[in-house]
């Protein structure tokens, strides 16, 4: 049991490590040289239905954004 549960956690060590390894690669060129990464994806806005306020596809007519949320008070 000892032993099992000490590879089960190197394998687990080994995996995190490379995902460490891949979270860096788009910062990366093909020679493996660290090159200025792009800028992040903004978050998708969201619509909703003027009249009865159900979310609905941005552009189609009668929509308008979600307003951001305000952020929570402690």
């Known amino acids: 049991m000892r032993k099992t549960l000490t590879v089960l956690s190197a394998i687990a060590f080994a995996a995190g490590l490379a995902g460490a390894a891949q979270a860096a690669a788009p910062c990366k ?11 992040a994806a903004a978050a998708p806005a ?29």
């Open 29 to 39: 060129d093909a020679k493996g040289k660290f090159v200025k990464c792009p800028p």
């Open 46 to 74: 969201r619509c909703r239905d003027k009249t009865t306020k159900a979310f609905a596809k941005c552009g189609a007519p009668n929509t308008e954004a979600v307003p951001a949320a305000a952020p929570a008070k402690k």
